[in-house]
């Protein structure tokens, strides 16, 4: 994904660290304390660029892992396509809301946190395409808009689901709470952005 957008929009090795390990600390906090409003500015893991101060969209994603399938399940998931604070605010903001509002989930418990691993998508800003035929899979979030609805996924998603074009606006259509052929309809359009992944391994 790296070499696919465009220079400003990159991160460093560093700046994707730094915000790794402000999610871990956040995380840590609010499930250990789910009224804890400590500002993130406290809690720096090192030096903030420029990068780590623009206002980015950003998505926290959790994963538990499961020993028996020796894979992940989504844990939860919530974050901002445009953003109105800094890159790493909205990073520590959105973990708290995955850890414990995002409404699919019972909030994180602390038994859970070692089988836990944090995943951060920054994005780029959205941006109005003509067709859905411009959809990449695996490359572009996709939102959809129909009227007051509106759903997105983020890159990974089709990849992860195994789902074809077809298969992925049928989803989002649903998502949206519409019918799942929503997508065909002339009045529904889509905006594409892109995003930098950046995930930890599980903790321990």
Not at 38 to 44: P, R
Not at 91 to 102: I, N, R
Request: overall charge negative; aromatic content about 8%.
């Amino acid at each position: 994904m790296k070499d696919q957008l465009p220079l400003q929009d990159r991160l460093t090795e560093y700046e994707k660290q730094f915000l790794l390990q402000l999610a871990r600390t956040r995380l840590q906090q609010v499930v250990q304390n789910p009224d804890d409003r400590q500002n993130s500015d406290q809690y720096f893991p090192g030096i903030l660029t420029p990068a780590l101060g623009e206002f980015r969209g950003a998505f926290v994603s959790l994963y538990a892992k499961d020993d028996v399938r020796n894979s992940k399940t989504l844990r939860g998931c919530i974050g901002l396509l445009i953003a109105d604070q800094p890159l790493y605010q909205t990073v520590w903001e959105m973990t708290k809301s995955a850890a414990l509002f995002d409404t699919r989930f019972m909030p994180v418990q602390m038994h859970e946190l070692s089988k836990l691993s944090i995943s951060i998508s920054v994005l780029t800003q959205p941006k109005k395409v003509s067709s859905y035929h411009d959809i990449r899979l695996g490359i572009d979030g996709v939102i959809l808009h129909h009227g007051n609805a509106q759903a997105v996924f983020l890159p990974e998603v089709a990849l992860e689901q195994g789902w074809n074009l077809e298969q992925t606006l049928s989803a989002l259509s649903q998502k949206a709470g519409l019918s799942a052929h929503a997508w065909r309809d002339a009045q529904t359009t889509f905006e594409l952005f892109q995003a930098i992944e950046i995930a930890e391994h599980y903790h321990n």
